[in-house]
């Protein structure tokens, strides 16, 4: 009966553990991918709008941009510019 409790016992410790580890927030110094959208009149308008949104989004993760991407396409009534970047503490 011992080796059947001993298991059993190892068994929960290794649960909790886990659980422990995967309710743990996110590691610093792991970077995010991100993603917005700015719309304007024109493409110039719409990629400012885009680049300050993602200069707030940024911030409120607690990081900086590392690398971004902006990709702009005609919408009834002007431009929508999606940027797409990396956020890393």
């Known amino acids: 009966m011992t080796g059947i409790a001993e298991f059993m016992a190892g068994a929960a410790t290794g649960i909790i ?4 580890i995967l309710s743990q927030p996110a590691q610093a110094g792991t970077c995010s991918p991100v993603t ?3 719309r304007a ?4 308008a719409a990629t400012t709008q885009a680049q300050i949104k993602l200069t707030q989004e940024a911030a409120r993760i607690g990081g900086k941009v590392k690398q971004n991407s902006t990709d702009c396409k005609p919408v009834s009534g002007g431009f929508e510019c999606k940027t797409s970047a990396v ?3």
């Not at 553990?17 to 422990?20: G, N, P, R, Y």
């Open 17 to 20: 553990a886990a659980a422990f």
């Open 36 to 38: 917005v959208k700015g």
């Open 41 to 44: 009149a024109d493409p110039a």
């Open 87 to 89: 956020v890393c503490p």
